[in-house]
């Protein structure tokens, strides 16, 4: 689901297909140009904000709702030909976050993300909102075999590093001084963080230095701090 213009004008650019678009008056305008501008063809289905916030069960507060073609995701070894950055996420269940770390893997410049069988789904309608739309042009891909792909990741030339707490840790300074040319950054859910499996698979285990008696960020913000160095 791409809730509102913006987003889904991001969505169709990048190639996804629409199956219908509801919208409230006031915004038929706007979705109309959006699709003339992109060269997308849709029902579009109009009615007023009370009866739509009644079959969404919310506010619609942009005033546009598509409902969009789910894609067919590609191969783990098509995602990463050619990337020099991508996120590896295990176990991140709250959509927010997932969001999030797409806006900031589009916004920072990573190549591609993994997602694990344990993960959130990308597509749900909370992530594509928290993350602007950005779900639609990020390449990403759901594996299956875990953790295994992260030895597949090592086995295309990627440097795997798990950022978590762990004594024998690197900071992240440290990491990205090395200067590795293709590097998998693996992040967890707060609380639990990696699993053990995970950690284990990893090439290195990275921290961010932290001030302040705060041990760790927010997981979306670790992303974003971890990929502005690597950058």
């Avoid at 991001?10 to 992109?38: D, K, Q, Y």
């Avoid at 070894?77 to 997932?98: F, K, Q």
């Avoid at 042009?137 to 707490?165: C, I, S, Y």
């Amino acid at each position: 689901m791409a809730e509102g213009a913006k987003v889904i004008e991001r969505a169709l650019r990048a190639g996804h297909r629409p199956r219908s678009i509801l919208v409230s008056e006031r915004w038929l305008s706007g979705v109309n140009e959006v699709l003339a501008h992109t060269g997308a063809t849709a029902d579009v289905l109009v009615a007023s904000e009370e009866l739509m916030e009644t079959i969404t069960g919310y506010q619609v507060h942009r005033g546009a709702l598509a409902a969009m073609e789910r894609p067919a995701l590609p191969q783990l070894r098509d995602l990463v030909a050619g990337a020099r950055r991508v996120v590896v996420l295990e176990g991140i269940v709250d959509h927010t976050n997932v969001g999030a770390i797409f806006r900031s893997a589009a916004g920072i410049g990573a190549d591609a993300i993994v997602v694990a069988p344990t993960c959130a789904d990308p597509l749900y309608r909370r992530s594509v909102k928290v993350s602007m739309g950005t779900v639609f042009q990020v390449p990403w891909t759901r594996v299956q075999e875990w953790p295994g792909a992260l030895t597949d990741l090592k086995d295309e030339g990627f440097t795997v590093a798990a950022l978590a707490l762990a004594d024998h840790a690197v900071s992240l300074d440290d990491f990205a001084a090395d200067r590795h040319e293709r590097v998998a950054i693996v992040m967890g859910a707060e609380g639990d963080g990696l699993s053990s499996s995970a950690v284990q698979a990893a090439d290195a285990v990275v921290t961010i230095p932290m001030a302040g008696g705060v041990d760790s960020l927010n997981v979306a913000a670790a992303s974003a701090v971890a990929l502005w160095a690597l950058k």
